[in-house]
């Protein structure tokens, strides 16, 4: 047996919200929509990954998500100019990657990173 995809799933009275985060600002596409559903992801081939944690590394709360991107910085630009509050970072990390803490229209706590 092969796991090809493990997709995090977020319940919320209004999946629409999740249009400005994760495909205009994240540049995510929208794979998929009935209303009661909407999935955002890329065409690219991604690894499957889970992970476990009992804190975020560096004393921060663990967080409900984590998203690999090319460039931070530019990442943090786009989510503060898109009026999303930065929690923590950014911030170069001792383990390699660079790195910064926003919350989603839902609340969801995502790590936004990059490695070195």
């Known amino acids: 047996m092969k796991v090809h995809r493990i997709v995090p799933?977020?319940?919320?009275?209004?999946?629409?919200?999740?249009?400005?985060?994760y495909h205009e600002v994240l540049g995510l596409d929208l794979l998929m929509d009935f209303g009661w559903i909407a999935t955002y992801g890329s065409s690219q081939s991604t690894p499957v990954q889970i992970s476990f944690l009992s804190e975020g590394g560096n004393g921060t709360p663990a967080p409900d998500l984590s998203?690999?991107?090319?460039?931070?910085?530019?990442?943090?630009?786009?989510?503060?100019?898109?009026?999303?509050?930065?929690?923590y970072g950014p911030v170069d990390?001792?383990?390699?990657?660079?790195?910064?803490?926003?919350?989603?229209?839902?609340?969801?706590?995502?790590?936004i990173l990059a490695h070195a």
Request: aromatic letters at 12%.
């Open 9 to 21: 799933n977020v319940q919320t009275a209004d999946p629409a919200l999740a249009k400005k985060f």
């Open 67 to 87: 998203i690999e991107v090319d460039d931070v910085d530019e990442a943090h630009a786009a989510m503060t100019a898109a009026g999303f509050a930065v929690e």
């Open 93 to 111: 990390e001792p383990w390699g990657v660079r790195r910064f803490y926003v919350r989603d229209p839902f609340g969801k706590l995502v790590n």
